[in-house]
């Protein structure tokens, strides 16, 4: 349920108001302050609100019931995009492009350290790695581990680039401690388990969408993490299942611009994993971009015929520093549009 107050509402009002709501409903209020308004968001069992006795208050605008299941993800309760901060120099949401960069897997300390070089000279921001690897076969490369976290970390430090790597499970949720952005793979989505753990820290959650997931179980599996208390969830679109097979996914370019409508949480796109195939990854970060996403996350490999995962759909440092340059080139006519 979403109550919007009269302007001239003063804050001794609104917390009187706020604590009736709370004590009278068994409700949590989440309070969004705007230029014009404040907004109220009511989170809980709402049907025994009484909707007539709220509208008839002195203080309130408007109040109406919230049909979708999301309420913390969604673009109602929090009608400004979110603005995610990362580090002091990096924020993703709220009008900025960032791109994530780097392997598919940290193979070596010279190759993940000479990657992050490379995506840095280009304009990447973050720097993207694999060190726990989930992998369709257990008879492939899983990672490795402690120790990629561990170069990771060395890669950051020779080139002041935040990392995001994948985890796979709470437990090692402390390993993670020192990440700047922990990501949620598409096959761990709906780890509701996992998300309720990731929602009690207070760190960036990049969270991917399922192979089939729907917009809608997406948000829940954000709202999972949000209604633990951890609001820094950015979305990932990284191409769903379909008939066709030519890609290996289909990128869903429409999801950009609907979970602009419907949430106020950033959404970065994966050209990579919704190809499979790397010379078509230029075109669809393109699209992305053209359609307002806040971010790309794309693997780069020094080496790709050789890489340990994910060779075909991986850039060349070369190959990544003319699309990063045409990716920029865009978003600044897009943003000098009149
Ligand atoms: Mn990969």
């Given at each position: 349920m979403i109550i919007v107050l009269k302007p001239a509402t003063t804050e001794e009002q609104l917390n009187k108001f706020t604590n009736m709501l709370k004590d009278s409903y068994g409700v949590k209020v989440n309070k969004w302050d705007g230029v014009q308004s404040t907004v109220l968001g009511l989170i809980g069992?709402?049907?025994?609100?009484d909707i007539e006795y709220i509208d008839a208050?002195?203080?309130?605008?408007s109040v109406k019931r919230v049909?979708?299941?999301?309420?913390?993800?969604?673009r109602k309760f929090h009608p400004d995009d979110s603005k995610i901060k990362v580090t002091d120099s990096v924020t993703i949401g709220g009008g900025s492009l960032h791109i994530m960069a780097g392997p598919c897997s940290v193979e070596s300390e010279q190759q993940i350290v000479q990657i992050a070089k490379d995506v840095k000279q280009s304009g990447a921001t973050l720097l993207r790695g694999g060190a726990f690897k989930p992998r369709t076969?257990?008879?492939a490369f899983q990672g490795l581990k402690a120790e990629g976290l561990d170069l990771l970390k060395t890669a950051r430090k020779e080139t002041g680039l935040p990392i995001v790597t994948e985890i796979m499970?709470?437990?090692h949720i402390d390993m993670f401690e020192n990440v700047d952005i922990i990501q949620v793979g598409a096959r761990n989505m709906q780890n509701f388990e996992l998300l309720k753990e990731l929602g009690k820290i207070d760190k960036p959650i990049l969270l991917k969408r399922g192979l089939s997931a729907t917009i809608e179980e997406w948000l829940m599996s954000a709202e999972y993490i949000m209604a633990g208390?951890?609001?820094k969830v950015i979305l990932c679109e990284r191409g769903i299942r379909t008939y066709?097979?030519?890609?290996?996914n289909t990128l869903d370019v429409s999801a950009i611009p609907i979970i602009k409508k419907l949430s106020h949480l950033p959404v970065v796109v994966d050209p990579s994993h919704a190809a499979?195939?790397?010379?078509l990854v230029e075109p669809l970060a393109m699209a992305a971009v053209a359609a307002g996403a806040d971010g790309l996350i794309i693997e780069v490999h020094n080496d790709p015929p050789h890489a340990l995962s994910d060779g075909a759909q991986s850039l060349t440092p070369k190959q990544f520093d003319a699309v990063a340059k045409k990716v920029f080139a865009l978003k600044s006519a897009l943003d000098t549009e009149v």
């Open positions: 069992d709402t049907t025994r609100v208050q002195s203080i309130v605008e049909q979708e299941p999301y309420k913390k993800a969604n076969s257990p008879y499970r709470a437990s208390g951890n609001d066709e097979t030519f890609t290996r499979g195939k790397s010379w």
